[in-house]
């Protein structure tokens, strides 16, 4: 029960946790949050769904879905209270062709046992980082890279994504980020998770470490999937 749940959230650190489910769809969520309207001292910790998760049909195509991600992007960094920070995880995917780009079908990523080939990597750091730039204030503090740990994937979950995937620090802070600001690896090793697409514990823990020292009390994921 959610009691039961609570407790045992709190019995590793010691520490008094607490957990709520919103069962809502996420972009109309944040679409009726009104701006800078996430509470004070809440950070958020995301990664934006794939293609395959929000376009299956490919009604999208590749570009409708990079225009609907960077909408995304937009919508938390314009909810962020003051001084907040947002961290997304993001892993690159490749195109399967050029026509696929140009036409309503275009979302599609190379499937294992296919020809072998693609025709554009989809970059979703770059994504991010041009949707943040449109969010006045908004800047980057800094990029890391999380390693999925088989170094014979030769291409990460399947042969249609990264073997490593990005992690992504925003903010709106008005405040410069100190240098020596709790130092964790520019490369870090995913460890596990419950889902091939989940975050891992290990880069988890790194960052919410990071995140309590900055002052971060309560951690917002818009698509916290499993």
């Given at each position: 029960?959610?009691?039961?749940?609570?407790?045992?959230a709190g019995a590793?650190?010691?520490?008094?946790?607490?957990r709520e489910v919103l069962v809502e769809d996420a972009v109309p969520w944040l679409d009726a949050t009104p701006e800078r309207g996430l509470p004070e001292g809440c950070c958020v910790v995301t990664g934006v769904p794939d293609i395959h998760e929000v376009d299956p049909e490919g009604r999208l195509g590749m570009e409708g879905y990079q225009q609907w991600f960077q909408r995304v992007v937009e919508l938390v960094l314009r909810r962020l209270p003051a001084g907040g920070?947002?961290?997304?995880?993001?892993?690159?995917i490749k195109q399967l062709s050029r026509e696929e780009a140009a036409?309503?079908?275009?979302?599609?990523?190379?499937?294992?046992?296919?020809?072998?080939?693609?025709?554009?990597?989809?970059?979703?750091?770059h994504l991010a980082m041009s949707a943040a730039e449109?969010?006045?204030?908004?800047?980057?503090?800094?990029?890391?890279?999380?390693?999925?740990?088989?170094?014979?994937a030769g291409g990460g979950r399947n042969s249609g994504v990264a073997?490593?995937?990005?992690?992504?620090?925003f903010t709106t802070s008005d405040e410069?980020?100190?240098?020596?600001?709790f130092p964790f690896p520019d490369v870090l090793r995913k460890g596990l998770s419950t889902w091939v697409s989940g975050s891992g514990a290990q880069c988890l823990e790194e960052v919410l470490a990071y995140?309590?020292?900055?002052?971060?009390?309560?951690?917002?994921?818009?698509?916290?999937?499993?």
């Open positions: 029960d959610e009691d039961g749940l609570r407790q045992s590793a650190d010691g520490l008094n946790h607490d920070l947002a961290i997304f995880m993001q892993t690159d036409t309503a079908g275009g979302g599609k990523v190379v499937p294992v046992g296919s020809e072998g080939r693609y025709w554009r990597w989809v970059d979703k750091a449109r969010v006045q204030g908004s800047r980057l503090l800094w990029h890391k890279i999380i390693f999925s740990g088989n170094l014979n073997g490593y995937s990005h992690y992504l620090c410069p980020e100190p240098l020596d600001s995140l309590r020292v900055r002052g971060c009390t309560l951690v917002v994921d818009p698509f916290c999937g499993e």
